[in-house]
Structure formats: C-alpha cells, structure tokens
C-alpha cells in the first residue's frame, strides 16, 4: 500500500493539544524518558533558558503518527537555531520515529524543517544517541545543497542491562561489590534509614538540596533555580503513571540520599542525585541508585541509563557505554560563511571544554568556577556544555 507522508509544524502549545497523546505513546515505543512531552515541556514552560518559538514537527503516515521533531527556533548571536527541547537539561533526547519507519521520517522532517521561517541558520542536536544519527539521516535528505555537519562533543553514556531482574543483575557484579553492598545496607538499617519512592514536591526539594550539597565541594552544581519549577512540572504530569519517581533514603532525621528516575517503555533514565556528605562512607549515592534499579526491575525495566559523563561510580554499575553525542546542521547557501563566523565565538567555548575534559579533575573544577564569573557564560548555558 502506498504511504501519504506528511507533517504539520506546531508553534504554539495550545495547537499541541491534539497531538500530545500520539507524541507520548512514540516516546513509549522508542523507550525515550526524557522525550515525553510531559518532560519537555515542563522544560519548555519553566526552565529559565529556554527562550524563543516552539517549532515541533509531527510526522503522518494517512493518520497514523510516525514520527515528532521536538524542535524551538532560538535566537543566538542575531540567527536563528534550531534546538531541541530540553537541550542542556537532559540527554538521550532527539527525534522520534516508530520503528523501522526511520528513514522516512527523517525524508518528512528535513523539508519541514528547511521551511521554517525564519530560516534556520543552524539545526543543533544536543546529547542525542550517537547510534541514532539522526542529524546524518536529516542532512542526506535536506532540500538543495547538501549541509555540513559539525560534530561539537562526544560523551560516555553508560547503560546498565536490568533486564527486569534485579537479583539476577546484582548477582553479576563482583563478590567484593555484592559483600560491600550488603554491609552498607545493614549499617544503613541499623542506623535506622529507609527506601521510599515518591514524587511529592517536598522530595523534589530534597533531591535538589542534596545535590548541591554534594557538588558544593567540587566547585558547584549547573542546575540552576528554575529547575525546582521544571521538575514540579514535570511530575504533575508524569507521576500518576509511575513515569517520575524519586527514590529517597531516610534517616530519623530527614532524606540522607536521593535519585530522580523517569521511565518510558522498558526504559528508565536517573536524571541526577544527591547525598549528604556527612553520610559517604556508606556510600549513600550507590546505595540511592540500587534502591532505584530495585524499583525499576519491580516495574519490568530492562535498562536504566545512567546518563552522561563516564564517572567511576558509572563505570562499576554500568554493563555497556552508549555514547552520546552534540552536532551541528548547517545548511550550505549563500549565508554559510557569515553563520559560521558569527557563530564561531559558540563554537570556541565548545573546543575549550573539550579541551577542559582532558585536565585533571581539581583544575576541571577551578574552571567551572571561573566559569561562572567570566564571558563564557553569556555566550551558551553552562548546561550545554557538560565536564
């Protein structure tokens, strides 16, 4: 039978309406957490850098939805970027397509995209599966010239493989690692702390705290004050389906440790966490993460992305590392040279953190902080640019 492709932009939220249950069931099929249009647009709504006009691109087969482009047109340096939402904020986003259907939804999405006014100087795929290559598939079917493609930074992205059996996984680790975790347990319990999973804004505000406790010794935290707005949003929206959970360790005095999951199809992804520093010698982060992959197995999860960053913690709980990656569309015409060279300033910040990742960890953490009070700032949010 023959396809009918075709595609509608939306650019408005109230005209999203009609869509957004076909845009959650794909991020479902393609086991996507972070691209749940609860997610996003939480995001959209709230985050204190997200700015410009929403352009999401809904992909049909006849009437069955195939495909979502969850694109914004932002204004950067005088020229307009496409960027996906959520970017800065979460990893593993990008397009979705039912699968097998793919190609034919990139072919839908390069055109919509070309036509968007104003014309995109740039289309900016931030932290998305480098398996995925969807800024390839776009740029092969892109009306006219075909477009260079920039590749700004690759990452570690470890995977842990569940499989729906947290027992079994457990039992894969090493001896030393399952003796540890037993014994840390055990003093945790004797010290009267305990496991609960919720998504109520007061655990939201722990997970947060927490954090930045955590980080406060490592030259601070890029997760800014609109965030508390962005994940109370989001849990509005996704908890009453078990999509947005907080995984808490209590003490007789309050949370020691905290972990937000968010869950699509047999996926689940940890955002980040926190614990309090007076508590790490039983390791009360690890501790958080396996009370996490405890209650995901129970749910029928078969892989939990640990995200970005190739962090030793990572490395010891994960059972394959799927790197993501940031690249860059530019369409080739007669603007080209003038959007590369006003971009270039974006792009200098982007080889200077590339470079920052390869120093050792206490001058990594010296440059954050000057991060934070010098130009580099101003020119792209910290958030993008991950050490």
Same mark, same amino acid.
């Given at each position: ?21 076909? @845009? ?19 995001? @959209? ?61 990139? &072919? ?46 690759? +990452? ?107 869950? &699509? ?13 007076? @508590? ?18 129970? &749910? ?65 953490? +010296? +440059? ?20």
């Amino acid at each position: 039978m023959p396809t009918e492709v075709r595609t509608v932009v939306v650019d408005d939220e109230v005209g999203l309406g009609p869509y957004l249950q076909g @845009w959650e069931d794909l991020a479902v099929a393609c086991n996507r957490p972070f691209c749940l249009p609860g997610w996003m647009l939480a995001w @959209w709504r709230e985050a204190e850098w997200a700015r410009g006009e929403l352009r999401v691109v809904f992909v049909f087969d006849r009437d069955e939805l195939i495909g979502v482009g969850p694109f914004f047109a932002n204004p950067t340096f005088g020229l307009i970027e496409l960027r996906l939402l959520a970017a800065g904020f979460s990893h593993r986003i990008g397009p979705l397509a039912r699968p097998g259907t793919e190609d034919r939804v990139a &072919a839908a999405l390069a055109p919509a995209l070309a036509s968007t006014r104003p014309q995109p100087a740039s289309i900016v795929f931030e932290g998305v599966d480098e398996a995925d290559a969807w800024p390839q598939r776009i740029a092969r079917h892109w009306p006219s010239h075909q477009p260079r493609i920039r590749t700004d930074a690759k +990452m570690d992205a470890p995977l842990i493989g569940l499989g729906g059996d947290y027992d079994s996984w457990l039992g894969k680790r090493s001896k030393n690692f399952r003796k540890g975790t037993r014994r840390r347990s055990n003093r945790l319990e004797e010290a009267g702390v305990r496991s609960r999973t919720t998504a109520e804004p007061e655990a939201i505000e722990s997970l947060l705290a927490l954090h930045h406790a955590r980080w406060l010794e490592r030259g601070g935290s890029d997760i800014d004050g609109g965030s508390a707005r962005v994940l109370n949003a989001a849990a509005e929206k996704l908890a009453a389906d078990s999509r947005f959970e907080i995984v808490l360790l209590e003490g007789p005095d309050g949370p020691i440790s905290a972990e937000l999951m968010v869950r &699509a199809g047999d996926t689940a992804t940890l955002w980040t966490g926190g614990f309090d520093p007076a @508590w790490s010698s039983l390791a009360p982060g690890t501790m958080s993460i396996l009370a996490a992959l405890r209650e995901a197995a129970d &749910a029928g999860v078969r892989s939990v992305d640990l995200g970005g960053g190739g962090d030793e913690y990572k490395q010891r709980l994960a059972d394959v590392n799927r790197p993501i990656a940031w690249q860059t569309i530019f369409p080739r015409g007669r603007r080209y040279p003038l959007i590369r060279m006003r971009l270039a300033p974006k792009h200098a910040v982007h080889a200077a953190r590339r470079a920052g990742q390869r120093l050792p960890g206490p001058v990594r953490q +010296m +440059m954050r902080k000057l991060a934070r009070r010098t130009y580099l700032q101003p020119l792209i949010p910290l958030p993008l640019l991950p050490l």
